[in-house]
């Protein structure tokens, strides 16, 4: 059995306040400033990932504008660092840095799912319509007399 002293007990009363406290807060806030905050937690777990991009990265940015559209298509911030992780482990995308962008991660909410889904193990379906692919005969294969 756990004995937990009187001191202890306002302690834990006093960190559970504190907890409500800044919930109230979370709900008094509008909208527009919770999507803001949630925004640069994303960005900051973007360059924290990515520690050489997103530094120019600020409120009003194209890039930023593009974090709070799919913050408000619904998705959550732990989603949202999914798919930067997705698209960190995507195959086509390891070879390929210029892909890590954060327009290029957010541009969609099609894209959002695709790299949330590779974040999860799961191998989405490869179309083969980029530039080398061998499906299709771009790049180099195109020019094959054989």
Known sequence: MVRITESQIEKLRKGVQMIIDVLDELDAMP??????????EVLSYYQKVHPRKG?????????FKLIIARLKD???VSEL?????????????SSNPG???LTYVFRNQEKVERFI???GGKTPNKKGNHAGSKEF??????????
């Open 99 to 101: 892909g890590h962008g």
């Open 74 to 76: 619904g998705f959550s």
């Open 31 to 40: 909208a527009k400033n919770r999507f803001r905050q949630d925004a640069f």
């Open 55 to 63: 530094r120019n990265v600020v409120a009003g940015h194209p890039s």
């Open 81 to 93: 660092n999914k798919a930067i992780d997705g698209n960190l482990k995507d195959e086509w995308h």
């Open 117 to 119: 889904e590779v974040a």
């Open 137 to 146: 005969k771009h790049g180099k294969q195109r020019l094959d007399f054989d």
